[in-house]
């Protein structure tokens, strides 16, 4: 019984520890290892919770590991990646909003990136205080909008639509993105947990039909399907929230 109780917070911990991973791979500038590591410390993130109530050992410190840990990997990270993407534009001398005299404004914008990691943290604190959630969610989870904004360079290098490429290479698109991800993260939106409590098909069937539709998605469309997958999220939550 002893080792099972450390087993979901150890989980918790190697979540932190592939944030602090994809960090370190952002300030290095490799983007695609930063979205491998927060995609490995989500599956942590996953997991952690499910082994709490398994093992029956959820419990306070469990749940201010948690956060803690999800402020790094889904907080802090991807508030990094977007000044990062902000800076690297405007240090291109091949893009028009190279930082010159005329756009001198673009020097302050790469620090508005972090509206997503101080968006994240008032929804972390929020929700470990809000009873509202304990089965469901209100505002887009830290890990889902993560997996969105750390979708985007991704999207840049794979994309075989190089409009697209263009959009997401635009400092004035990336702003409006973050200004999104800030206001969904704690917008008084109702949405479905994604979290599998048992893999009964009675029990859970929302959560495996939406991963069903998640793997096709990713599939078909690379990694452009994960923001449509996002939207489909919340779409799909505000549909069956209006039927209640």
């Known amino acids: 019984m002893e080792i099972k109780k450390h087993i979901p917070n150890t989980i918790t911990l190697l979540n932190l520890a592939s944030g602090l991973l994809a960090l370190i791979a952002i300030f290095n500038g490799f983007f695609d290892e930063a979205f491998i590591f927060v995609s490995l410390g989500i ?35 991807p508030g990094l ?9 405007q240090k291109d001398d091949t893009s028009i909003y190279y930082l010159t005299d005329e756009f001198w404004y673009m020097g302050f914008v790469p620090y508005l990136g972090f509206l997503i990691t101080i968006a994240s943290c008032y929804r972390l604190a929020n929700f470990n205080i809000d009873t509202r959630q304990t089965e469901s969610f209100i505002g887009l989870p830290t890990p889902a909008n993560a997996i969105l904004i750390m979708s985007i360079p991704m999207i840049q290098y794979f994309s075989s639509w190089s409009w697209l490429t263009e959009l997401l290479s635009n400092p004035y698109y990336l702003l409006f ?10 917008a008084n939106i109702p949405l479905f947990s994604l979290k599998v409590k048992s893999f009964s098909w009675e029990t859970s069937k929302l959560q495996l039909s939406f991963l069903g539709f998640s793997i096709v998605l990713l599939l078909v469309l690379g990694f452009v399907g994960i923001p449509i997958i996002i939207f489909s999220y919340i779409g799909l939550s505000l549909l069956l929230h209006s039927k209640k």
Request: aromatic share 18%.
């Open 43 to 77: 599956f942590f993130d996953f997991w952690d919770g499910f082994f709490a109530r398994k093992f029956n050992v959820a419990g306070p410190l469990g749940l201010q590991l948690d956060s803690l840990a999800d402020m790094v990997t889904s907080g802090v990270v």
């Open 81 to 89: 990646l977007m000044f990062k993407l902000f800076d690297n534009i």
């Open 177 to 186: 993105i973050t200004l999104v991800s800030t206001y969904l993260l704690n």
